[in-house]
């Protein structure tokens, strides 16, 4: 059993310029809590400023920046009381197209960026004995799509690190979960559903690729909105049994669920039926 986070301890959310990150601060700011909303560039939290949140930049892929937002809530608070990694990006594309450079980028944020502030946060949280981290993840850490290796890859070692990562801080009163979306309505789409190879052997693929994924996310029925995810966010705060996973929607319940049942071969044969081989 776990104590819930108090509302007085301060929660620091990367990424918060548009989508998830945005509409939790303003949520977890608007119940009370004491909001640290960061993004690579200050000038676009001026909302989540005016809704009480103190608002600082921060570059996840830059330990300079990071450190120095972290230092600056430890001096004010004593401790980081609940860090949400939520800054991440999706590269799209075939994995032989995807130049190593854009790897490299992916992991830097995707992954490193969560290492980077979990090491962080957690001397302060070991200290005060209590703390909660939450990543978003996605459903793309369990099941993976045609065209998104470099994104599923990503999301893949951010589950597996937070799995480690539970078991090592538990004993300390630290809890970790991941919050899994299936498709939200937020800048992501653009990103997912960019057809980024125009040309060669894989242009008709990558243009089915982003023609499917664009209906995925235009659909009535399994999307949610940024503030659905917020709204877990905000449970799993004030849960005193934090789950380890949250698996968020009927889409990604759905295909997570049907990635294990069908296994390898039949999942293989399931995606055939929705993409071309190229």
């Not at 949520?27 to 909302?47: F, K, M, N, P």
């Not at 979306?181 to 894989?202: I, L, M, Q, R």
């Not at 995925?216 to 940024?226: H, K, M, W």
Request: hydrophobic share 40%; charged share 20%; with cysteine.
């Amino acid at each position: 059993m776990t104590e819930p986070l108090a509302l007085t301890a301060p929660v620091l959310i990367t990424g918060c310029s548009s989508g998830i990150g945005r509409a939790t601060a303003l949520r977890l700011a608007a119940s009370g809590r004491t909001v640290w909303a960061t993004a690579r560039r200050v000038d676009t939290l001026a909302e989540l400023e005016a809704a009480g949140c103190q608002v600082r930049a921060l570059d996840v892929t830059d330990d300079a920046s990071a450190r120095s937002v972290v230092d600056e809530i430890v001096d004010a608070h004593g401790a980081v009381g609940a860090l949400v990694n939520n800054a991440g990006y999706g590269v799209y594309g075939p994995v032989e197209e995807v130049s190593i450079d854009r790897w490299r980028q992916q992991f830097e944020t995707n992954v490193f960026g969560v290492v980077r502030m979990a090491q962080l946060v957690l001397p302060s949280m070991r200290a005060a004995k209590s703390g909660r981290i939450l990543t978003i993840s996605s459903m793309g850490g369990r099941m993976t799509l045609p065209g998104g290796g470099a994104y599923h890859a990503s999301k893949y070692a951010v589950e597996s690190l937070s799995d480690a990562l539970r078991f090592e801080v538990r004993g300390f009163g630290v809890a970790v979960s991941l919050i899994e979306p299936g498709p939200v309505t937020s800048d992501f789409v653009h990103e997912a559903t960019a057809t980024t190879v125009t040309e060669g052997p894989y242009a008709e693929f990558s243009r089915v690729v982003a023609e499917r994924n664009a209906g995925a996310y235009a659909a009535t029925r399994g999307v949610n909105s940024a503030d659905d995810i917020a709204a877990v966010v905000q449970r799993s705060l004030d849960s005193t049994r934090p789950r380890p996973r949250y698996l968020i929607g009927s889409t990604a319940r759905g295909l997570v669920g049907a990635r294990a049942f069908l296994g390898d071969r039949g999942w293989d044969a399931l995606l055939r039926s929705q993409f071309p081989t190229p």
